[in-house]
Nanobody, 123 residues
Framework: QVQLVESGGGLVQAGGSLRLSCAAS????????MGWFRQAPGKEREFVAA????????YYADSVKGRFTISRDNAKNTVYLQMNSLKPEDTAVYYC????????????????WGQGTQVTVSS
């Protein structure tokens, strides 16, 4: 069982930066691939980024590539999403998720989800 708690969301102007954190409970955090997803009002949840259990492999949606960076610290049971050059279209609730398998862009591959943190980017 893994419990995930996101933090770091907020209101930022376009062009600004935020760093999201996702703290995981449990001693098996390092066994999980981790992902970040987001959901804007009226839209489906979409993939943002994923990272392998070791941190050696990372994957990004085209819409965030070059602006967002996913990383993890297994000693702290935490995964991060550094978001730079934010745009109004990045506004959404951001969720982290844990996948016992390989990193994936599919929501149905993930076993555990956090409650989400709101990110709002003003123009």
């Amino acid at each position: 069982q893994v419990q995930l708690v996101e933090s770091g969301g907020g209101l930022v102007q376009a062009g600004g930066s935020l760093r999201l954190s996702c703290a995981a409970s449990g001693r098996t955090f390092s066994s999980y691939a981790m992902g970040w997803f987001r959901q804007a009002p009226g839209k489906e949840r979409e993939f943002v980024a994923a990272i392998s259990w070791s941190g050696a492999s990372t994957y990004y949606a085209d819409s965030v590539k070059g602006r967002f960076t996913i990383s993890r610290d297994n000693a702290k049971n935490t995964v991060y999403l550094q978001m730079n050059s934010l745009k109004p279209e990045d506004t959404a609730v951001y969720y982290c998720a844990a996948d016992l398998g390989s990193p994936s862009s599919r929501t149905d591959e993930y076993d555990y989800w956090g409650q989400g943190t709101q990110v709002t980017v003003s123009s």
